[in-house]
């Protein structure tokens, strides 16, 4: 299994910047892509974005396309992400992900993202 523990949540208000940070330990070897997920109070968790560990290709829910970035330090075993001109929709708890080949089975404990108006 994988360890991942993030960090960089806070509160900000709306038009401000986070970067929030994912270390990862134990299993890397098997991790195959990385990426970030946010649920929000009464809403089911939603993928924000995910980067590929080997080759760097990333992908983003439309939400955040353009605001948001996601890049990776291998050699620190570390996924960012980079979150621009945030809005107050995007306030919701950000949960960091590894997946071997197909699916997404190690999760982190969430970092809160507050945005206020």
């Known amino acids: 299994q994988v360890q991942l523990v993030e960090s960089g949540g806070g509160l900000v208000q709306a038009g401000g910047s986070l970067r929030l940070s994912c270390a990862a330990s134990?299993?890397?070897?098997?991790?195959?892509?990385m990426g970030w997920f946010r649920q929000a109070p009464g809403k089911e968790r939603e993928f924000v974005a995910a980067?590929?560990?080997?080759?760097?290709?990333?992908y983003y829910a439309d939400s955040v396309k353009g605001r948001f970035t996601i890049s990776r330090d291998n050699a620190k075993n570390t996924v960012y992400l980079q979150m621009n001109r945030l809005k107050p929709e995007d306030t919701s708890v950000y949960y960091c992900?590894?997946?071997?080949?197909?699916?997404?089975?190690?999760w982190g404990q969430g970092t809160q993202v507050t945005v206020s108006s």
């Open positions: 992900a590894a997946r071997p080949v197909a699916t997404w089975g190690s």
């Open positions: 134990g299993r890397t070897s098997s991790v195959s892509a």
């Open positions: 980067i590929n560990w080997s080759g760097g290709s990333t």
